[in-house]
Every structure is written in C-alpha cells, then in structure tokens.
C-alpha cells in the first residue's frame, strides 16, 4: 500500500510539474504572437516614414499615420495635417517588412477604417495627459506608439525610441487597453525607468548579449521587450538577451535567430 501511495504522489509530481511548463510556455508563446505583431507595426511604420519624409511635399502636408493590418498585410496610411485626409499608404507583406509591395501617393478621403482607427487612437492620447499615468520620457529618448485594434478592445502600447547609436531602449514602456469606444480601462507600466543597453564596452567591445531584472510586477519577459530587441539589434551586432524574473525566479533568454523564448534556471 505504501508503495502504490509513493508511486502515486511521484506521478501526481511529475504531472504537475509537465503541467507548469506546458502553461509557461503557452504564455511565452502567446508572449512571442503579441511581439511579432508590435514588431511588425513598428518596423512599417519606421520604414513608410522614411518613405514619406524623402517626399518635400508630403513632408510638409505630414499629419501623422496609423498602421492596420488584415491577414498578412499591413498597411500604413498617412493623415494630413487637418487629420480629413490620407496623403499616402503604403502596403506591406509581414514576409517583407522592409519595402512595400504598393505604394499609393494621392490625396483621397479616409476610409471607413482609418476613420475608426485615427478618431480612437486620438481618443486615447488625449487621455494619456491624466496625471496618474505619470507618463514622462527622458531625454534623447522618444516615445513609439504602436496602436493595434483588436477584436474586443484597442491596445495602445508606448516604447522607447532613440537616435543615439549602439543603444537599446528596454523599458519605460506601458500598455493602454481600451474598450470599442475608447475610453481606457486597463494600463500597466512593464519597468519601473529606462534601461539603455550598450552594445558596444568602454574599449568598443562588441557586447554578444544584454540582461536587466523584472520586478515581481512583471513577471516574464514582456512582448514590448522583444520588439524593442528586434527593432534595434538589427543595427549593432547583438543576437540575444536575457531577463531575470524574481517573481519566478528564472532567466528568460531571447534570440534574435530563432525569435524563440528559452528558460533557464539561475
């Protein structure tokens, strides 16, 4: 009896303990899809500027842009500077980030969409001003916002953004989560300040990886660290990354060629 009682506890045990890291890596997956899709925003939307601002007159007429996607598509259409009218769009593949496959430069009215899209992404900026929020950004650093509409609700994401060469801006990055009319119900802060990686040591080192902590707050690697990894890893020589959760006590380590999350222990 004794021994069927022990042989029982060890496959409750090992049972349990399949089932811990099956939910883990579920949420690192899910984790991976919300990264992808930031990453894919973010990246159509650096590159369809560049676009737009070689263009003087479009340039000069350049009211902002929203970025939307349907399948595998992505699309960025630019407002004018009396937010009525696109200027241009721009239409990506998500297999293709790096040029578009369409490019359309005229002035035409908004569709029923980038109407929606542009009246709700306003909507929820002009409640970021609330004090609570706290929002601030340091200098030589820049706010992205990566607006993404869901089925039930619209996420408005902020992460850093700078100019200065060999740095990577982990941190001071938030999600807003908004209802169908956009009125904010939900908002998180993900790290607590800006943490700029170095990619290069004091000598010009090349630095091969990067780690920062996460407070109990946040306790896995987040998607908004992942995308800010890819969006400039691309441009220093550094492949992955780490994060040490202290809520589960474990590393999460990032890379850049598999776009795969691994757990190690400490």
């Known amino acids: 009896m004794r021994k069927i009682l022990i042989v029982l506890i060890t496959v409750l045990i090992t049972a349990l303990t399949y089932s811990q890291k099956d939910t883990l890596q579920v949420k690192l997956d899910s984790i991976i899809e919300e990264a992808n899709l930031l990453y894919s925003y973010e990246k159509v939307a650096w590159n369809s500027t560049d676009l737009l601002m070689s263009n003087r007159k479009l340039k000069k007429n350049y009211g902002g842009y929203i970025i939307y996607h349907s399948n595998d598509t992505i699309y960025a259409s630019f407002i004018d500077k009396t937010q009525k009218n696109r200027i241009a769009k721009y ?36 409640q970021l001003s609330d004090p609570k929020y706290k929002i601030g950004f340091p200098n030589g650093f820049n706010p992205n916002l990566v607006f993404i509409k869901d089925k039930e609700e619209y996420r408005l994401y902020i992460i850093m953004g700078t100019t200065e060469s060999g740095v990577i801006p982990f941190g001071n990055d938030y999600l807003f989560t908004t209802g169908m009319k956009g009125n904010i119900k939900d908002w998180k802060k993900f790290h607590s300040r800006l943490i700029p990686a170095q990619s290069k040591g004091p000598n010009g080192e090349i630095v091969l990886s990067a780690i920062h ?10 998607a908004t660290d992942i995308c800010t990894f890819r969006l400039y890893a691309e441009l220093c020589e550094m492949k992955e990354f780490m994060v040490l959760s202290t809520a589960n006590g474990k590393y999460f380590k990032y890379n850049l060629n598999t776009n795969k999350v691994e757990i190690a222990e400490p």
């Open 91 to 126: 239409c990506f593949t998500t297999s293709d980030l790096s040029k578009p496959f369409e490019s359309i430069i005229k002035k035409s009215d908004l569709s029923k969409i980038e109407k929606e899209l542009l009246d709700i992404k306003i909507k929820i900026v002009n």
């Open 213 to 222: 902590s996460h407070l109990k707050g946040t306790p896995y690697i987040t």
